[in-house]
């Protein structure tokens, strides 16, 4: 009963046209058998007690807000996110990975698959390509740049592996600990072939984007511009036929005075 008072604050501040009503909190038993009092002792008990009984045998099992995770789901989703991110890991790093690759991969893979949200995956990496492929550039934004999988499938330009170095031409491939970042690593030419080799990794782990279970529902923010929104927005449509779109945004307003 103490804590009414918090809910009549707010129903003060919020609710300065409506009728106010006051006193309203979670009763006990008694408190709401000692409200109907009036109807006698015996037929008080048996509106609140087993009239409520009776009422709630009447319902069968609801389940309000779903256990799994209802995203959109695209047929064989775990297969196809797979089959691109190791054609893509393997143009980058070589066939077979380094098997620090191989199980930074397989473990994000894994933790994907089931968690349930390959499909997700697969819709933002359709969504950059489509947007890349039209000449257009794409921000990503949120914890897209800790996930391994999302470099691969170009959601993300960063990569969040360990600083190392690869060579684009005969894969070969070390870490280092010269650097914090693999931006920062010096210049340096492959032992086998002497290309120049290519320095990447930003060490960002992965459980930033999955959590440490890989239970954390990834969010994709994908930035776009006006002029290609609606073009993007069509696009989807054609991707899922007969599936509830909504274009999600913010409204800003003016007040009139300051409009002026």
Do not use: W
């Not at 009728?19 to 008990?45: I, P, Q, W």
């Not at 789901?73 to 089959?83: G, H, S």
């Not at 066939?95 to 893979?109: C, F």
């Not at 459980?207 to 994709?220: A, C, H, I, Y």
């Amino acid at each position: 009963k103490e804590d009414a008072l918090c809910r009549d604050m707010i129903c003060d501040a919020l609710c300065e046209k409506q009728k106010k009503t006051h006193n309203l909190y979670l009763r006990t038993v008694d408190e709401m058998v000692k409200t109907f009092s009036y109807l006698g002792k015996e037929e008080a008990e048996d509106v609140v007690i087993y009239n409520s009984q009776v009422i709630a045998s009447l319902f069968v099992d609801v389940e309000p807000i779903k256990k799994e995770y209802c995203s959109y789901r695209i047929e064989n989703a775990d297969n196809k996110l797979k089959e691109i991110c190791y054609f893509k890991a393997n143009e980058i790093y070589g066939n077979p990975l380094p098997s620090a690759v191989a199980e930074r991969l397989q473990t994000e893979i894994d933790l994907i698959r089931n968690g349930g949200y390959a499909s997700q995956y697969l819709v933002a990496h359709e969504i950059t390509k489509y947007i890349t492929e039209s000449g257009h550039m794409v921000g990503t934004r949120g914890l897209a740049g800790s996930s391994f999988v999302s470099f691969l499938l170009g959601i993300t330009e960063l990569n969040p592996l360990f600083p190392h170095y690869y060579c684009t031409k005969c894969h070969h491939f070390e870490q280092s600990n010269l650097a914090m970042d693999g931006f920062d690593l010096p210049e340096k030419q492959c032992p086998t072939c002497g290309t120049v080799l290519n320095s990447a990794g930003h060490n960002i782990p992965y459980e930033s984007l999955m959590g440490v279970d890989g239970k954390k529902t990834p969010d994709f923010s994908i930035n776009v511009s006006g002029e290609m929104q609606n073009h993007l927005l069509e696009h989807i449509y054609d991707m899922f036929p007969g599936v509830k779109i909504m274009k999600a945004g913010t409204t800003a307003v003016f007040m009139e005075n300051r409009a002026k």
